[in-house]
T-cell receptor, first 116, second 113 residues
Framework: NAGVMQNPRHLVRRRGQEARLRCSPM?????VYWYRQLPEEGLKFMVY????????ESGMPKERFSAEFPKEGPSILRIQQVVRGDSAAYFC??????????????FGPGTRLLVL | AQSVTQLDSHVSVSEGTPVLLRCNYS??????LFWYVQHPNKGLQLLLK??????LVKGINGFEAEFKKSETSFHLTKPSAHMSDAAEYFC???????????FGAGTRLTVKP
């Protein structure tokens, strides 16, 4: 049973380009979460999605960032017109979606974005 | 609002000695608490979680944590450190009906030979 998959593992972009980060949840999981980890900091929640729905995007920056989780295929975190401050590790997690606060989230290996 | 504070940004121990990583939480409701470990350039792995059952929770790799409501603490311990325990450890809180998990800033554990 494969875990949460993220690709690419490393992504280099120049300022102004777009970054697309992909996340495939664990088999049987229908809920996806995105987190950002800035250097020397803990993870910060960005967005929570179910298939075709954004449930909570309270942690997403207001501009340039968007996320989707289509009916088919992986979840995508999209960053338009990247700036140097977007350089970070972006982690995806998935859960079964039972809606319980005790539910475990399983994390992927992360995508490390570097903006030059 | 819920939050966690990890009291030490860096802990250094000798191999074979006990490990104590401290975490205090703040929550208006009964929280669920988690400890995750992150090895360099790797994803996060769940060590253990507290879900209002037993207050002493045993996790993987010999780690355990005790939930103390009176002290609002959830400290992580291990009787004897191993070199492979060197990593970043995150204490996490999630409350009922909340979609996000609040991470502490992390504690970097160094294990000396």
């Amino acid at each position: 049973n494969a875990g949460v998959m993220q690709n690419p593992r490393h992504l280099v972009r120049r300022r102004g380009q777009e970054a697309r980060l992909r996340c495939s949840p664990m088999k049987g999981h229908s809920h996806v979460y995105w987190y950002r980890q800035l250097p020397e900091e803990g993870l910060k929640f960005m967005v929570y999605l179910q298939k075709e729905n954004i449930i909570d995007e309270s942690g997403m920056p207001k501009e340039r960032f968007s996320a989707e989780f289509p009916k088919e295929g992986p979840s995508i975190l999209r960053i338009q017109q990247v700036v140097r401050g977007d350089s970070a590790a972006y982690f995806c997690a998935s859960s079964r979606g039972q809606g319980l606060s005790t539910e475990t989230q399983y994390f992927g290996p992360g995508t490390r974005l570097l903006v030059l | 609002a819920q939050s966690v504070t990890q009291l030490d940004s860096h802990v250094s121990v000798s191999e074979g000695t006990p490990v104590l990583l401290r975490c205090n939480y703040s929550s208006s409701y009964s929280p669920s608490l988690f400890w995750y470990v992150q090895h360099p350039n790797k994803g996060l792995q769940l060590l253990l979680k507290y879900t209002s059952a037993a207050t002493l929770v045993k996790g993987i790799n010999g780690f355990e944590a005790e939930f103390k409501k009176s002290e609002t603490s959830f400290h992580l311990t291990k009787p004897s450190a191993h070199m492979s325990d060197a990593a970043e450890y995150f204490c996490v809180v999630r409350i009922y009906n909340n979609n996000d998990m609040r991470f502490g800033a992390g504690t970097r554990l160094t294990v000396k030979p």
